[in-house]
Every structure is written in structure tokens, then in C-alpha cells.
């Protein structure tokens, strides 16, 4: 990752036109001969041609995929604020800027840590990358722990199980395998996967640290996959202290055991390691904690590189004098994966056109749209680009923590990550359409544009957790993710995408099936008219009663 301060203080201080002007005075912006053709042939109605206009800019190979951190990131976000100011919204960022600085952290193992097992006098070490794979604590770079153990099944608590009944874990470490059962839902299962959401359970009940234990029933990512991956760099959010952010930091996830590790952790338990991982090889098997003897000594260091980047933040204030005060988020994340190893072609350059320049462009085009129909919207609007999306969900997470409109005053997020519209498209998905109000506002928009909202295509990859609008819901508000359906050719469209594209360098503007231009502005049509709908409603949006999400995080109307 590259940590480039091209760009002063004074620079992101200019005003957007300007800025715009500076970037282009630069050198000239490569393009592609099938950009340059596109742009001699193409012969698009206006609002067809808008949208392709940002998507041939923040797409071209001078962007280099707009990695988060890049300075070609950081061209593209000037780009994003010069179109938010040219769309008539007020600068919502740092300072009076449209620009949010977002503080990330890279941070990667320094060495190999330490495990070991103290019982009457004997000590028991665990072998890296064979036993164990400790986990890097960005929030702490040199930490020792020494605690009892406690293992809590699958270290759940939800859903009519409670893997923690009969258990005291103040002041010790737990152990649990990971992943869900498969009779969870799936969107709920997937929330509880999570280790952080399983680091929270056990935080909320005095626990030092969280083990993930393998388990015996095949993963996507088994033990040995793990380790190979385990010096890689990952990110997080800064805080104020220069330390990375986690979301359990009196919890911290202490690493991965192995069969083989979880044997040595047990070794003399008074229910066998054995016994446990026979009962463990059937999905969804509950079972009774267990104190583990003796105590556990974990060692990590952590090093920690800054990188900064930022979220680009502009605000439509609303007209009514109440509702004004209440703020509707429309968001989708700018950055993509930048350069990576050649593809077939020997192209290296991963664009993100669909994944997520459509996105941002639906966004800038929303905001033209407002601007254009003279009557400003009842609640106000926030327009947000985030950044580190691809690593992590990391500039909308930053952006909840450090919000620049009032605590409390946000009640939606309808979110634009990644819509394909390589077909014309005869439905939509609105993932989380199913937990609020917001439901029947998206297929009231969707039946005005004549298409109907259809099921999740794509059911096994839980989209409904994995993208930015799910750290709005993790807040408490009310928020969906809008995508075109797999209706009529939509089916071999997504799954040519998701196969051919996605996260590929093919992901370009001249891929092949190509854009359908129209389909983009009728994607564009049926956002700006649930965020409308949404702006000038008597009533915000409110969870649905008794909604597992709602209840979850504490949203309006669940309880």
C-alpha cells in the first residue's frame, strides 16, 4: 500500500472547481483505445451520456484502480467533491471541505507471538502455523495476556441458543469454533459468523480475549489456508492515539487453533477434547461450556503503518423545519483494489467500473436530479463516497463512529455497491427490504418504473452483511442496498459478472457484455425515487417489529 502526501492540507482546502482544475492541469490522463473510441463513437442521450461521463473518468486506467491510500484514490475524490459542489450540495466534510480525512491503519504480525499452556507446573507450547495462528492487535502493538480458558461451543447467544447458560467467563479467555448453524437463517447467520459480533457476546459477558477453534466440518477457509495468509497486512481505522481501532478492544481475538491445538488446549478438561470434536462433526450441535485447566500466556507484537485517505461527504439540507433535522444517507464506496498480477490480456489494472464507479455515478447523478426538480426534498440528504470499502468496510464504519451531521439524526441509508447493468433489467433486489419500512417504500418505487422486487440471487453470499450500509444497521438505522434483478437475462448477467469480472481487471468500461447506458439511468431513476420518497414522508423509517436487526442494535420500532 502506498501511503502518497502529494496532496497538502492546503490542496484538499480548495474549493472543488478549482481542485478539479489543478488534477486536470496535470498530466494527461491515459485512455485506452477503446476509451477514446467510445468516446468518438458513442452518440447517448444526455442523461445516458452524464452517467458514462464519471464512469470514463473514475474507471480509466490513470486511476489505477483507485486503491484506498493511492493518490489516484485521492484524484478521484477531488473529482466526486467537484461533483457534489456542481450538483448544488453543501460541503458535509472536515473544516467546511467536502472531504472527511479517514485515518487507516495497516497493520501486520511482527513475528510469531507465543502460546502456551501452564498446568501444575508443566508448560505446554503451541507450534506457529501448526497449532496456532495468532491474531495482530492493532489496538495494542506489544501484548501479553494471561488467563483460564472456557470453551462456549459456538460462542453464541441468539436465536433460541445460548452457548454461554452455566458459564463464568469474567476475567478468562473463551474458545469456540467458528461459523453459524446452517438452520440459522441466512442473514442472521452470517451476523453471527462473525468473530466480531461473537467477540462483542463474549466482551458483554467480562471475557479478556476470544479463540476461534477449526473445525472438523470443512470451511471455505481451512486452518492451513489461514496460515499461509497469516503475515499478510490487514487495515483498520485509526484512532486518535495513532493505534488501530477493533470493535471488542477489552475482548481482542487472540488467534486460530487447529485440531491439533484445540487437542493440546484440552489436554486433562473434564469433558475430552475428543468428545467435544465428535459432537462438533454435526452441524448446529449445541453443547455444555467447559472450564479448560491450567492457564493460557499469549504473546503477539503488531506493526502498524498509517495510511490516509478519505470519505467524500456533501449535504442537500432539507426544507421542512422539523423534518430537516432528520437526514436520509445515500452512499457507495469509491474505492476499488487497484494493480494486481496480469490477467490473460496482461492487463493489470483492476478499473471498478461496475464495482463501484455505476455506484458513485448513480450517486452524482441522484444529486442532479434533486437540483433539477426545483422542490427540495422535506428531510435533508447526505451524499456519501467512502473509502476502504474493499478493505474492510472501513470508511462507512469510520464515518458511523464520526459522524459530521448530529448524533442521532440519521434515519436511513439506502446504499449503491456494484449494480450490473450489462442487460435490461426487469426487477430489482433490495436486500434488507424485508426488515423495515423501507420495504414497501423500494417497491412502490420499483412498480412506478414498472419492475417488481424479486429475491436475492445470490443467497449463499450473504450480500446483506458484506457492504456498507450494514455499518448504518449496526447503528440502529434502517438501510437497504439496491441492486438490478436476475429476471429475464439478468440471471446469466450476474453470474457472467460475478464469474468473468468481478474483481478482475476485465471490469472496465468496455466489457464485454456491454453497459447498457439506459439500464443505468432507469438504476438511477428508481434510487432517486425511494430517496425521495423517503425525504418527504410523514414518518421515518422504523424497524419492523420484533425484526432480529432491529432488536439486535436497538433500532426504532423493533421493541
Do not use: C
Not at 502526501?5 to 490542496?11: D, I, L, R, T
Not at 495482530?136 to 447458560?165: C, E, H, M, Q, W
Not at 465428535?278 to 503503518?305: C, H, I, N, R, S
Not at 464515518?399 to 426487469?426: Q, R
Amino acid at each position: 500500500m502506498r501511503q502518497i502526501h502529494y496532496w497538502g492540507v492546503s490542496m484538499l482546502r480548495l474549493t472543488a472547481p478549482l481542485a478539479l482544475a489543478v488534477v486536470l492541469a496535470g498530466p494527461a490522463l491515459a485512455q485506452t483505445a477503446a476509451e477514446k473510441n467510445a468516446v468518438v463513437n458513442a452518440e447517448l442521450p444526455a442523461d445516458q451520456a452524464a452517467l458514462k461521463s464519471h464512469i470514463m473518468f473514475l474507471a480509466s486506467d490513470a486511476m489505477q484502480g483507485r486503491e484506498a491510500g493511492s493518490h489516484e484514490f485521492d484524484i478521484a475524490a477531488q473529482y466526486v467533491a467537484s461533483q457534489f459542489y456542481a450538483a448544488g450540495l453543501k460541503p458535509a466534510g472536515d473544516d467546511g471541505a467536502y472531504l472527511q480525512k479517514v485515518p487507516l491503519v495497516s497493520y501486520k504480525l511482527d513475528g510469531q507471538g507465543s502460546m502456551a499452556i501452564a498446568r501444575k507446573g508443566a508448560t505446554v507450547s503451541l507450534v506457529y502455523g501448526e497449532d496456532y495462528i495468532p491474531g495482530a492487535n492493532p489496538a495494542k502493538p506489544s501484548y501479553t495476556l494471561t488467563a483460564p480458558v472456557v470453551f462456549v461451543g459456538y460462542g453464541i447467544v441468539g436465536l433460541g441458543r445460548d452457548d454461554y447458560r452455566g458459564a463464568e467467563v469474567k476475567g478468562k479467555v473463551v474458545a469456540f469454533f467458528g461459523g453459524a448453524p446452517k438452520s440459522f437463517p441466512s442473514e442472521e447467520g452470517a451476523h453471527f459468523s462473525s468473530p466480531a459480533a461473537k467477540g462483542e457476546i463474549a466482551m458483554k459477558r467480562g471475557a479478556v480475549g476470544y479463540i476461534v477453534l477449526e473445525s472438523p466440518i470443512p470451511t471455505r477457509r481451512p486452518f492451513a489456508a489461514m496460515a499461509a495468509l497469516a503475515s499478510r497486512p490487514r487495515f483498520t481505522w485509526g484512532e486518535a492515539d495513532g493505534t488501530g481501532h477493533i470493535a471488542t478492544p477489552s475482548t481482542p481475538g487472540l488467534g486460530n487453533l487447529s485440531l491439533a491445538g484445540a487437542a493440546k488446549l484440552f489436554e486433562g478438561a473434564k469433558t475430552p477434547w475428543a468428545t467435544i470434536r465428535k459432537q462438533a462433526e454435526v452441524d448446529g450441535a449445541t453443547f455444555k461450556p467447559v472450564a479448560l485447566p491450567g492457564t493460557l500466556t499469549f504473546t503477539v507484537k503488531t506493526a502498524l503503518t498509517p495510511v490516509t485517505s478519505y470519505n467524500v461527504v456533501g449535504l442537500l439540507p432539507g426544507s421542512d423545519p422539523t423534518l430537516s433535522k432528520e437526514v436520509v444517507v445515500l452512499s457507495g464506496h469509491l474505492d476499488h483494489i487497484g494493480v494486481g498480477r496480469p490477467d490473460k490480456n496482461g492487463d493489470t489494472i483492476n478499473n471498478g467500473a461496475l464495482d463501484d464507479a455505476v455506484g458513485i455515478a448513480s450517486l452524482i447523478e441522484e444529486a442532479k436530479r434533486f437540483k433539477a426538480a426545483g422542490t427540495k426534498p422535506r428531510r435533508s440528504i447526505l451524499f456519501l463516497a467512502v473509502t476502504a470499502e474493499e478493505k474492510g468496510l472501513l470508511g462507512s464504519d469510520y464515518y458511523a463512529h464520526h459522524l459530521t451531521v448530529p448524533k442521532g439524526s440519521i434515519v436511513a441509508d439506502v446504499n449503491l455497491d456494484m449494480p450490473i447493468i450489462t442487460y435490461k433489467f426487469e426487477d430489482i433486489v433490495v436486500y434488507g427490504a424485508e426488515h423495515s419500512t423501507l420495504g414497501p417504500i423500494a417497491a412502490k418505487a420499483a412498480a412506478e418504473i414498472g419492475v417488481k422486487m424479486s429475491d436475492d440471487p445470490l443467497p449463499g453470499e450473504n450480500i446483506f452483511v458484506r457492504s456498507d450500509h450494514y455499518n448504518f444497521v449496526k447503528q440502529g438505522v434502517p438501510s437497504v442496498f439496491l441492486w438490478p434483478g436476475a429476471g429475464g437475462p439478468g440471471r446469466a448477467a450476474i453470474d457472467d459478472f460475478m464469474k468473468n469480472h468481478y474483481h478482475q481487471p476485465s471490469d472496465q468500461i468496455d466489457q464485454q457484455p456491454a453497459i447498457d447506458w439506459e439500464s443505468g439511468v432507469r438504476f438511477v431513476d428508481v434510487n432517486y425515487r425511494i430517496a425521495r420518497a423517503i425525504a418527504d414522508g410523514d414518518q421515518r423509517p422504523l424497524w419492523n417489529k420484533g425484526d432480529f436487526f432491529g432488536l439486535q442494535f436497538d433500532g426504532p420500532g423493533a421493541k
